[in-house]
């Protein structure tokens, strides 16, 4: 079973930066493709960029230019570089594989909270 380990998140001002990490266990990390997802208060879970194993990227619009997905697949780890933050980006981030299921396992996710 894979494990997920989020790290990285904190609390920054409008227009500021964060680098998360996510480290899996598992042997399958380096053949699958990865994403990144958020989860706001009140709000369902959401799918923000993916990397494939290739390295091929996508991004949803709202984050399209400020983010950046990237993988490490020596060090099973996979990055997302966040610029230009803004208050709506304020969640808790986690990773797993773009396609999940209700038994997909997650970890604890890394907060990230903006202010403005």
């Known amino acids: 079973q894979v494990q997920l380990v989020e790290s990285g998140g904190g609390l920054v001002q409008a227009g500021g930066s964060l680098r998360l990490s996510c480290t899996a266990s598992?042997?399958?990390?380096?053949?699958?493709?990865m994403g990144w997802y958020r989860q706001a208060p009140g709000k369902q879970r959401e799918l923000v960029a993916t990397i494939t194993r290739d390295g091929s990227t996508t991004y949803v619009g709202s984050v399209k230019g400020r983010f950046t997905i990237s993988r490490d697949s020596a060090k099973n780890t996979v990055y997302l570089q966040i610029n230009s933050l803004k208050p709506e980006d304020t969640a808790v981030y986690y990773c797993?594989?773009?396609?999940?299921?209700?038994?997909?396992?997650w970890g604890q996710g890394t907060q990230v909270t903006v202010s403005s």
């Open positions: 598992g042997s399958t990390f380096s053949f699958n493709a």
């Open positions: 797993n594989t773009p396609i999940t299921t209700p038994r997909s396992s």
